[in-house]
């Protein structure tokens, strides 16, 4: 089957603040052939750990620029893929298109192909909802999580701000993510809230920015759910790789309540960090917290 999709011009990438890391491409990802998928790749192929770093919505691999230099100077490999629909990858136009599957497969299939090992999983919104899906599929490969604000839904209402946050995206399908990312974030300069605008010129490009909020499994019988309890079951019974867990406190609709719940989950995850002035957007604050789970974990 042919996607068709577009693809962000090179040139709104040009002096991003905070990110010198070349980008990387694959477009014949088995199942995905066309397609063109970016992501960073820096530190030794060699290393001993490889921290896969996820991102949610509506943002990219930028949102990680604050933490992976911390990972970087542990002396591990960092990858941080664009989903499809976001940063640098193609963007398909088609809104039904995007569905929990497509986006899941396509990490399976990305880890496959670059032969990630020994991964600690780093998740926040929906990098979360798809990530925390894998380690149930992938036991071999990932030893450790590193959980920011983010949620394993399983068709159950999510709350008045969630319900606010849908209206709000559906209401608005040519959303500026520059704006919505510097009211969300308020320390992030004119040029670090433009780098989050960057991949969308314009509404053809927001296809994924739309469709991520009505993808959350708040009602039965959506696609994921079934993972969901998987990961669920695996991660409260079988899980036997190190956590750290961390907490932005200001977060309206994925914070302190459901990330206490989620702790829950995730057997032997030791009492979570909290953030005070860390919104959503926990990478935002993201180098202390990188340090305090490196230092949980006892890298150097």
């Known amino acids: 089957m042919t996607v068709e999709a577009v693809r962000t011009e090179e040139s709104r990438f040009q002096d991003l603040p905070g990110w010198p890391y070349p980008p990387r491409y694959l477009d014949d990802l088995a199942g995905y052939k066309g397609l063109r998928i970016h992501y960073a790749d820096e530190g030794p192929a060699e290393a001993g750990r490889t921290f896969l770093c996820l991102h949610g919505e509506p943002t990219w691999a930028y949102l990680y620029r604050k933490m992976m230099p911390v990972f970087l100077d542990s002396g591990a490999r960092v990858v941080a893929p664009d989903l499809l629909g976001f940063g640098r990858s193609d963007k398909p136009v088609d809104d039904g298109v995007y569905g929990f599957g497509f986006h899941r497969d396509m990490l399976l299939a990305l880890i496959a192909r670059l032969d990630l090992r020994r991964i600690t999983l780093v998740v926040q919104d929906w990098g979360g909802i798809l990530g925390l899906t894998l380690p149930h599929a992938l036991p071999d490969r990932v030893e450790r999580l590193l959980v920011m604000n ?151």
């Open 150 to 300: 983010t949620a394993l839904p399983v068709g159950k209402p999510a709350g008045q701000g969630f319900d606010d946050w849908r209206a709000f995206v559906a209401a608005n399908p040519d959303l500026d993510v520059a704006r919505l990312m510097a009211r969300a974030c308020p320390g992030l300069s004119a040029a670090e809230a433009a780098a989050y605008g960057a991949p969308f010129p314009d509404i053809s490009y927001k296809a994924g920015v739309r469709r991520f909020p009505q993808m959350v499994m708040t009602d039965p019988g959506m696609e994921g759910i079934a993972d969901s309890h998987a990961a669920i079951e695996f991660l409260s019974t079988k899980w036997g790789g190190e956590s750290f867990m961390a907490i932005g406190m200001q977060d309206p609709v994925l914070g302190p309540p459901v990330m206490h719940r989620l702790h829950g989950v995730i057997r032997n995850c030791p009492a979570p960090m909290e953030v005070a002035d860390a919104g959503h957007f926990v990478q935002e604050w993201g180098a202390p917290v990188a340090r305090a789970a490196l230092k949980h974990w006892g890298d150097t």
